[in-house]
């Protein structure tokens, strides 16, 4: 889906709102089992009807980190369920509806339920209104997940203000993030007989910093940037993908993969920053 607000650039939020196979991080990415605990997640509404689906992080054996405009309660998202395996949607069969494999995106396949398949009936959002307030959108949810996924490592978060250094920093340019999650690979443009590509699976690949500092960010934002030198970035359904500060072996998440400003996940990636007292301390408790 894409959203607009009132500043002087188009926002594009990095989540799909229809019933299409998943798809995954852009430039140069690599398959992604380094983060078992990154999951595609869809939203249903009331009916138990599909509505979007975006990507997110465990941070507990039930908590489920992702972006505030993913966890929209007042869109209409009321259910949530979430896939583990690496290659959630890659068998997806338009024909079907679903993928055969995984049952994306309408079941847990038999016997995957708590182990790598999860439902929840409990979403949080932090405040997030269709970004009233930009920059500090409140673009952070959590989805508490009926069932445990116990794992060997979780995502972790990071101590408060742990980017602030980098806001004021000179030489921090190759500063290095990795991003992760089920979003598209290309984006072609809506007129171009040229498919957009997917690979359906949970890819990552490593970004630089651009700033911390400027009206799009100014604190709450992160931004970085994912073309060329074997870089990578965001496009459609990574929102709510973890953003991890160090290389691809990094779990410590510092932002939520949350906009762009280019509707062909060209340019420069904005995640929401979760290393602030504020939102740490609402993670802890949400309400």
């Known amino acids: 889906m894409r959203r607009s607000i009132g500043i002087s650039v188009m926002v594009v939020l990095a989540l799909a709102v229809v019933a299409a196979p998943v798809f995954a991080i852009t430039g140069n990415y690599v398959e992604d089992f380094e983060h078992p605990f990154v999951g595609l997640v869809v939203f249903y509404d009331a009916n138990g009807d599909f509505l979007w689906r975006c990507s997110g992080s465990l941070i507990s054996?039930?908590?489920?980190?992702?972006?505030?405009?993913?966890?929209?309660t007042a869109e209409g998202a009321v259910t949530a369920r979430v896939y583990f395996q690496q290659d959630a949607g890659a068998n997806y069969n338009p024909q079907l509806g679903y993928d055969p494999v995984t049952l994306y995106p309408i079941a847990c396949a038999p016997g995957t339920v708590g182990k790598l398949c999860a439902t929840s009936h409990r979403l949080y959002n932090y405040g997030f209104a269709n970004f009233a307030g930009f920059p500090d959108t409140h673009d952070v949810g959590l989805v508490i997940l009926n069932q445990r996924i116990r794992l060997a490592e979780y995502g972790q978060l990071p101590q408060d203000g742990l980017l602030d250094d980098l806001a004021i920093a000179r030489g921090q340019e190759e500063t290095l993030f990795t991003v992760s999650g089920y979003g598209l690979s290309y984006r072609t443009q809506e007129q171009s007989n040229v498919p957009n590509l997917s690979f359906r699976e949970r890819l990552m690949a490593e970004s630089t910093l651009v700033n911390l500092g400027s009206s799009l960010t100014d604190g709450y934002?992160?931004?970085?940037?994912?073309?060329?030198?074997?870089?990578?970035?965001?496009?459609?359904?990574d929102s709510g993908g973890p953003v991890f500060l160090g290389g691809p072996e990094s779990n410590l998440i510092v932002a939520v993969?949350?906009?762009?400003?280019?509707?062909?996940?060209?340019?420069?990636?904005?995640?929401?920053?979760?290393?602030?007292?504020?939102?740490?301390?609402?993670?802890?408790?949400p309400q």
């Not at 039930?62 to 505030?68: D, H, N, S, V």
């Open 221 to 237: 934002n992160l931004q970085t940037q994912g073309n060329g030198d074997d870089r990578g970035g965001t496009c459609s359904g």
């Open 257 to 285: 993969t949350s906009f762009g400003l280019n509707a062909l996940c060209r340019g420069t990636d904005f995640a929401y920053r979760v290393d602030r007292t504020e939102v740490l301390a609402w993670i802890n408790n």
């Open 61 to 72: 054996q039930t908590e489920f980190l992702t972006a505030g405009h993913c966890a929209d």
